[in-house]
């Protein structure tokens, strides 16, 4: 799913190529895309667009007569583009956003189309598509300190919870933790001062160097290869592959559709967290990396 890095460069992006611009229409390839009736998505067509911004993982935007568009990718959407009229590419395409000098096209690589596009009226139905988590980037220690200690949970659910903090998804709440060298099971009311510290500090700079790398690449043109794997990550997607800290492979925790990816020397004192995929085959889970390599050739012996 696009994150803050990402979806404040294509924020960025879409300011250099379509703000100021009139939107002439919008051509929706897919029924599941739009979530609203009303206003209708029609009354967007020939509004010239006064600017865009970030919402949480959202992109907002705003149209002459106080008209938005919300538009949340999700996991699998990505934006492109493309010149005028472009056709929308039929098994992942959802929408195109025709402009001129160019059309915005809207693809899902996924069969569940979890995608969305909501037209509202006003900044006030703007904000009720806003979870509410803080702006990491904006939010100073105490802040920062009050609303990761609201609830009491895990560290990795409280940094990817949109309630709690803007932007923050999977990747980078793996990569912030390896940062800060806490565990993601480690409960949030269990952390110290410093550790707090160490979580604030690791946050800002995680986002804002991969904000920084991702603005590099793209340059003054189109965000094409968003991803949540990217080969400067420390640990998200690198299950198996030496840290870049350490040395020690790195582990992973699947759960449903995600997976949580962490060093064991850094962020665990060396303790490897049980795996529910793996579980299932080791019934003794090991404690360490070392025992966990040694069952794994006994079921290989």
């Known amino acids: 799913m696009p994150e803050l890095p990402d979806v404040d460069v294509y924020v960025e992006a879409l300011r250099r190529h379509a703000e100021g611009e009139v939107l002439e229409r919008v051509r929706v390839a897919s029924p599941f895309l739009v979530r609203s009736f009303d206003p209708k998505l029609s009354d967007a067509h020939g509004k010239v667009v006064r600017g865009f911004r970030r919402l949480g993982k959202r992109i907002v935007w705003e149209l002459d007569g106080e008209l938005f568009l919300v538009l949340h990718p999700m996991i699998a959407g990505r934006l492109r583009w493309k010149e005028p009229g472009a056709a929308v590419p039929k098994k992942i395409g959802l929408a195109a956003f025709d402009f001129a000098r160019g059309s915005v096209i809207l693809t899902e690589a996924s069969k569940k189309k979890r995608a969305s596009l909501y037209v509202v009226r006003g900044t006030a139905a703007v904000d009720e598509h806003d979870p509410g988590g803080l702006?990491?980037?904006?939010?100073?220690?105490?802040?920062?300190?009050?609303?990761?200690?609201?609830?009491?949970?895990?560290?990795?659910?409280?940094?990817?919870?949109?309630?709690?903090?803007?932007?923050?998804?999977?990747?980078?709440?793996?990569?912030?933790?390896?940062?800060?060298?806490?565990?993601?099971?480690?409960?949030?009311?269990?952390?110290?001062?410093?550790?707090?510290?160490?979580?604030?500090?690791?946050?800002?700079?995680?986002?804002?160097?991969?904000?920084?790398?991702i603005r590099a690449e793209v340059g003054d043109g189109f965000p094409d290869k968003v991803t949540a794997f990217r080969p400067d990550m420390a640990v998200h997607g690198k299950y198996g592959e030496p840290c870049p800290v350490c040395g020690t492979k790195v582990q992973r925790i699947v759960r449903a559709d995600n997976e949580v990816n962490y060093c064991p020397t850094c962020q665990t004192g060396g303790k490897l967290l049980a795996d529910r995929s793996l579980s299932r085959l080791i019934k003794d889970w090991p404690k360490t990396l070392e025992e966990l390599e040694e069952r794994k050739r006994e079921r290989r012996g």
Request: aromatic share 2%; glycine share 4%; hydrophobic share 35%.
């Open 135 to 213: 702006e990491p980037l904006d939010a100073d220690l105490s802040s920062f300190r009050a609303a990761i200690l609201r609830e009491s949970h895990t560290l990795k659910r409280t940094l990817s919870d949109p309630r709690v903090l803007s932007g923050v998804g999977n990747a980078y709440s793996d990569e912030i933790l390896h940062r800060a060298h806490l565990s993601p099971v480690k409960q949030t009311k269990k952390l110290t001062d410093d550790e707090i510290a160490r979580l604030h500090g690791a946050t800002r700079d995680v986002l804002l160097e991969a904000r920084d790398r």
